[in-house]
């Protein structure tokens, strides 16, 4: 009934790791892109990594690329971020969302700032991840 529910947030050393879990009606993940954005504190929510349903593309901010992976799981209708080699500065609130525009769209979407991402139709509760010693 809840479109979209994140879990897996909480407090990690730095060079820690987590996987945040972003659990979606059958419907929702079936047919639509479905991406991860992050808000810290005092800064505009950001595209972190945005994923097709359609063939697998996926979307990188810079500043994770090689350091988050994002994945689905079909039989559990979920999509994770295992965030690998944690900093301070990844600490933020992480939300999932999901739109059923094409994945280009989507793409162009994730990759914005500010209001850009928050264009997107359905949103999850966010989860909050803290990096501190």
């Known amino acids: 009934q809840v479109p979209l529910v994140e879990s897996g947030g909480g407090l990690v050393q730095p060079g820690g790791s987590l996987r945040l879990s972003c659990t979606a009606s059958r419907f929702i993940f079936d047919n639509y892109a479905i991406g991860w954005f992050r808000q810290a504190p005092g800064k505009e929510r950001e595209g972190v990594s945005c994923l097709s349903s359609i063939d697998g593309e996926t979307y990188y901010a810079d500043s994770v690329k090689d350091r988050f992976t994002i994945s689905r799981d079909n039989a559990k209708n979920t999509v994770y971020l295992q965030m690998n080699s944690l900093q301070p500065e990844d600490t933020a609130v992480y939300y999932c969302?999901?739109?059923?525009?094409?994945?280009?769209?989507?793409?162009?979407?994730?990759?914005?700032?500010?209001?850009?991402?928050?264009?997107?139709?359905?949103w999850g509760q966010g989860t909050l991840v803290t990096v501190s010693s």
């Open positions: 969302a999901a739109d059923s525009v094409p994945w280009d769209r989507f793409y162009y979407y994730c990759s914005g700032y500010g209001s850009l991402p928050s264009v997107l139709k359905t």
